[in-house]
Each structure stands twice: as C-alpha cells, then as structure tokens.
C-alpha cells in the first residue's frame, strides 16, 4: 500500500477543511474512537509530578577540570595545572520560569524511560493491558535518543482516538551528549526533542489498532526555526497538538502540530506534520519520495560567487574530520592557510554526531541547474549508535538526524566557497523565519548500506551574513527517502568566550607546553582579588580583557560597544597563551 504524492496533501487539506467546520473528508474515513469497548478512566493511573527539575550540574561520574591560562587572578591560590585532559562542562543556570499548572496526568524522566522499554500499562494503566504482549508498540525512543525529560500535562482521553494535547519539557545540560563544538543543541536534535507526539497518539489508543502488527513513520511537516539554538542553561517547553486521524486504505494517519518554546521565546514552529503507521511489507514497498530536481527548477535568485576558489572538487573522510575538528586548511587546502591562526574555526559537529563519512563531489557551478551542487556518502552499518532504542524490536534512523545530516552537507558546502577563513569564531545555524517543507518516504534500517546526502544549491549570498539555499535530498541504497524544499544556512557571528568560560575553573599554565585553547578560557567561580577601573558601573577586570580577546566587544568594554556585537569587526587584544594583563586598574579620558 502506497500513500500517493497527490492523495495525501488532498487528504491533508480536506482534513484542514472539515476541522473548520467545511464537512466531512473526501476519499479518506476520520475516526474518533474506533475501540469497541467505551472508554473507562484509567484506573491506577500513576499521577507522579515531576514538580522539581533535575539539577543542571553534570552527573557526579564526571571529574573536575583543571583549565588554564596566563596567572588568573583567583579568589584562592592559583590552580598549577600539567598536561590537561578536555574540559568538562559546568552548567549554566537557566532563570526560573513561572510555574504553570498543566491539566491531566505528569510524568518523570523515570517513567519515560519506562514507557520506551517496559509496559505502557505499568505508567498509563490497566487499560493499556491488552497491548503489553505486543513486541513492537508506538513508543518514544529509548535513551540516548530519548530527549525529553518530563511531561507536564496532558489534555486528552487515553484510548478515544481523538484530539489532544500534551506537554513536556527537555533540559539543555552542560554535559549533554549531544552538543556541538559551540555548546548548543543542533538543529535536528532540536526537532527530535518535539518527539512526544508519539507519546500522545499511543496515550489516545493507537496500538489497539495496530496489535503489533503496524509501526509509526513520521510522513512530512512543515518545519521553522524562530530564533537561536538552544545552549545549557535552557528548558525546551513543547507543546504538542494531535488534531486528528484518518485512513488511506488499510493506512491510519494522523495529523499533528507543535510549538516549541524557550525562556518564553518561541523557537521552533512544526506544521502540517503528518505520520501513519505502517506494516513491514508495506515500508519494503514504497516507492520513496517522488521528486526529480530536473522537473522542479527554482525561480531566479542570487548566486554570489566564492570568496576562495577550492582547488578540490571532492573530500576524504580524513579531510571532513579535520574540518569537524576545527582545521579547515587540511581539508580545503590552498587558500586557506590563515584558518590555521584561527581561535574556533566555523565547523561540522564532531565524533558520533557527524554524519558525513566523504564528500565526492563538490562543484560550486555544477549540478542540475548549474548554481551549485554537493554529494557526500556514508556507509550503515548494524552497528550504528542511531538504531539502539530508536524504537524498540524497530530499529531505524530518525529523520531528524537526516536532516542534520543534511545540515551539516550545507556547511561544508559554504565552508568550502571560503566564507569561513574571514569569519573566526563564527557559527552555521538554520535560516530562522522560513518554512521549510519535509517530506519522508524511507527509510535506514540496520540492513541498509549506503546513505546517499545531495545539496542542490538554489541561491549564495556572500554575506554580511553568508547564506546559503537548497533543496536537500537524501537517498538510501538508490531509494529517496528524505526531501527538504529550499533550506536556508546561514554562517551567524559567535564568541568562544561565551561558551567557554562555562567550561571550568581559572586556572595558572606553569609551563610552554601547547594546549587547547578552549583550556585557556575557564572563568567558572573566578572572583577578581583586586581593585579594577570601572566607568559606568562596567568593570575592566580578567573577564573583560579575556572578552576583548574572544568575547563579544560589549563584554569587553560596556554596552557602548553593543554596535560591534554584530558583523562589525573590533580591534582584539590577543588571547592566552599571549595574554598577559590581568585588569585594568585605571582609565584616563572621555
């Protein structure tokens, strides 16, 4: 059984119709609550609050880094420091929200866990017995892969097949596994962390359809991003809507929404998000994602040419883990050679997070329609991190690590037209404020072999902010599987500093041995001993010489400078091991 290119948008817009009240679906059966028995309260239903978030501090196994620079200024004895190991991170405190009381029942992270892997019916109730002996069940995924940390409510009544609504939050940790060489959530993660809509649908009673026979698979949304990506510190607070269900056949659908907010801000808009459940033959036989780049050409837009040409037109899987590592001139090579200076190069995201083994073509004029095209490979293997847990007895790769994937194709595609050498510190982020359209159609599975990324480049903008649009497509074993409209990346101004100085104590370098310079920044308990010059309440102490040298120019000189936070470029002091102040502790003049 197939869901038709052309069916499921029609489904989706008449199902948008008759929740408006314009009648009823066309060509697709909506259910409410087709359970046979009436729905009963859920008797022993575990009410458990998690009123109180787990601490942000990393987990006690963790030990303490000894992190060094040019002779702080401690409140204590300086810190003499050898050979250092990484630094290990310290928390930042995120303000406490106001409390706000959900309707319907809580869940902890214990109990979270629990619904991934051991019987719903234990945390949901003895109305969810009959499914307990079902080897495959819709579940959110077990950890590593299971982001959320709490539901703080749901709206909904457990096994009617209707309409609800659930809450959960996820807490950004300074240990957290998943964070990038600049300390933040990425961009995938980031939607994945939206992953309780599973979580719902099972809560409305999908299994007692499904009997184990049928899995979920996310279909298609619209996805956008409203601000920054998230750092320690912060709480992710979803909040999910399922709005209704459908059948294509033997197929059952359902459509949903979400928001996703931090410290107040929205951040991440879901729309249109589509996902069905599906038996095993019916996945082997789909026919994938039915788009060919030679029928859909953009319309006209800018195509800025490269700031360096890159005299190589492929990468090895040696030269993107130098560039994931922070050293571009080993991968780009000639015209890069003052990247080498560089503090915290624009990067890809290291280790386990790095999707891309090689890169095998790369031609800034080439590709369908002659503005630009990328193709990096990676091979799949069982043993892959992605497939423990995600979900269980069905293993598979989330989407949203696709999309990351993809992702991390545009940066390298950027990177590689040279718009990285001039823009140290920098960092790639999404184009925010743009919809994104994503369909789903495949599928990676431990049996699979080679996951295919291509970039069809649409439009360059050299800056001030470089950016970059395309059209992602990702092909499993000659299958597409994933298709993103018209993605924008944009290369965005960052401090080291401001991800850094959570990192660890002061500490004093007592020898030349070269370190990593994110060992030099600790500024985690510092308190200046000594008199500073202050002019307006703003204090020329260590931190602001260290800010002048890789922090925002306002952190190092006062809000005056604010101007210069930006794309402006201002005068640095250099930073450690060739920095030798410790305060400033007089000013003369305006």
Not at 166 to 186: C, H, I, N, Q
Not at 331 to 354: D, L
Not at 469 to 496: I, M, S
Not at 511 to 519: A, D, H, I
Request: proline content about 10%; some cysteine; hydrophobic content about 35%.
């Amino acid at each position: 059984v197939e869901i038709d290119e052309t069916t499921l948008p029609a489904l989706r817009a008449a199902f948008d119709a008759a929740s408006q009240g314009a009648g009823p679906l066309v060509g697709a059966t909506q259910f409410a609550r087709p359970i046979d028995s009436p729905v009963q309260p859920v008797v022993g239903l575990s009410t458990q609050h998690s009123e109180t978030r787990p601490s942000l501090e990393p987990a006690h196994h963790h030990r303490a880094e000894s992190v060094q620079r040019h002779r702080p200024a401690l409140a204590s004895s300086p810190i003499p420091v050898p050979v250092p190991p990484a630094p290990v991170a310290v928390s930042i405190p995120a303000p406490a929200p106001a409390a706000t009381v959900r309707p319907g029942q809580k869940f902890d992270r214990r109990q979270l866990e629990l619904l991934a892997s051991g019987k719903i019916s234990s945390v949901f109730g003895p109305q969810f017995e009959p499914q307990d002996g079902y080897a495959r069940q819709v579940r959110m995924p077990e950890p590593p892969l299971l982001l959320a940390d709490r539901v703080t409510g749901i709206d909904a009544v457990p096994g009617s097949l209707g309409k609800g609504t659930l809450w959960t939050e996820t807490d950004v940790r300074a240990d957290s596994w998943y964070l990038d060489d600049e300390g933040r959530m990425p961009a995938g993660v980031m939607i994945e962390a939206g992953q309780a809509d599973l979580l719902l649908i099972s809560w409305l009673g999908i299994d007692a359809l499904n009997k184990g026979e049928r899995v979920y698979r996310l279909l298609g949304c619209e996805l956008t991003y409203r601000g920054g990506l998230p750092v320690p510190g912060d709480t992710l607070a979803y909040d999910i809507h399922v709005d209704g269900h459908a059948n294509q056949g033997p197929v059952r659908l359902f459509f949903f929404h979400y928001d996703c907010q931090v410290r107040g801000q929205t951040r991440l808009t879901v729309r249109h998000g589509q996902a069905g459940f599906f038996t095993d033959e019916e996945l082997a036989n789909s026919a994938g994602v039915l788009w060919d780049c030679a029928e859909e050409k953009p319309g006209d837009g800018k195509v800025d040419p490269p700031a360096v040409q890159c005299q190589k037109n492929q990468f090895s899987a040696a030269e993107l883990q130098a560039f994931a590592s922070g050293r571009p001139y080993e991968c780009f090579g000639p015209g890069w050679e003052t990247t080498q200076a560089h503090v915290r190069s624009p990067r890809i995201t290291s280790q386990k997070m790095q999707f891309l083994r090689q890169v095998t073509q790369f031609d800034p004029k080439g590709g369908p329609w002659g503005r630009g095209y990328l193709r990096a490979e990676t091979p799949v293997t069982p043993q892959d991190w992605f497939f423990q847990g995600h979900f269980k007895n069905d293993p598979c790769m989330p989407g949203t690590l696709m999309f990351e994937g993809c992702l991390q194709a545009m940066s390298i595609y950027l990177a590689g037209l040279g718009f990285t050498i001039e823009r140290d510190g920098w960092r790639f982020e999404p184009v925010p404020d743009t919809k994104y359209p994503m369909r789903c159609r495949g599928q990676v599975r431990p049996e699979s072999k080679q996951l295919l990324y291509e970039v069809f480049v649409s439009e360059v903008h050299e800056g001030p902010i470089p950016t970059v649009y395309a059209d992602l497509l990702c092909t499993v074993d000659g299958r597409k599987a994933f298709h993103a409209k018209r993605v924008g990346l944009q290369l965005v101004p960052d401090w080291p500093l401001e991800h850094w100085k959570h990192l660890g104590p002061a500490a004093t370098r007592l020898t030349g041995q070269s370190v990593p310079l994110r060992s030099l920044a600790g500024l985690v308990q510092y308190r200046e001993p000594k008199p500073v010059a202050t002019v307006d309440g703003f204090a020329f102490d260590y931190h602001s010489l260290l800010a002048c040298a890789w922090g925002p120019p306002s952190a190092a000189f006062g809000p005056f400078y604010q101007r210069f936070d930006g794309t402006r470029r201002a005068a640095r002091l250099p930073g450690p091991p060739y920095h030798f102040m410790s305060r400033v502790t007089k000013l003369e003049g305006p």
